[in-house]
Nanobody, 126 residues
Framework: QVQLVESGGGLVQTGDSLRLSCSAS????????MGWFRQIPGKERVFVAG????????SYEDSVKGRFIISRDNTKNTLFLQMHSLKPDDTAVYYC???????????????????WGRGTQVTVSS
């Protein structure tokens, strides 16, 4: 199985950019469909972006389209989430996740993902 560790979170101001990283160990990241989710206290985890499939299909939640970019560097076994034009509504704990092997497309359902990191806090001040 794969182990995931997120990093790169922090406190930023509205309009700033931030890049999150998700480092994988145990298995090769390129074999997994990956996703980024976020969660605020008292709420369920919400899909942000996903990547996977033979052509590395990407998908985004509507509110982050045009601002966030998901990518991965297979040589570094790392998943990224580049975030631009950050807003206070983007404040959350961000998690990376991997689907079980054998699935080849990202989905927005957190229950479709088997492996999770512990999250990294992103706080956007107004």
């Amino acid at each position: 199985q794969v182990q995931l560790v997120e990093s790169g979170g922090g406190l930023v101001q509205t309009g700033d950019s931030l890049r999150l990283s998700c480092s994988a160990s145990g298995r090769t990241l390129s074999t997994y469909v990956m996703g980024w989710f976020r969660q605020i206290p008292g709420k369920e985890r919400v899909f942000v972006a996903g990547i996977g499939g033979p052509d590395d299909t990407v998908s985004y939640e509507d509110s982050v389209k045009g601002r966030f970019i998901i990518s991965r560097d297979n040589t570094k076994n790392t998943l990224f989430l580049q975030m631009h034009s950050l807003k206070p509504d983007d404040t959350a704990v961000y998690y990376c996740a991997a689907r079980p092997l054998g699935f080849n497309l990202p989905t927005n359902n957190p229950y479709h993902y088997e492996f999770w990191g512990r999250g990294t806090q992103v706080t956007v001040s107004s």
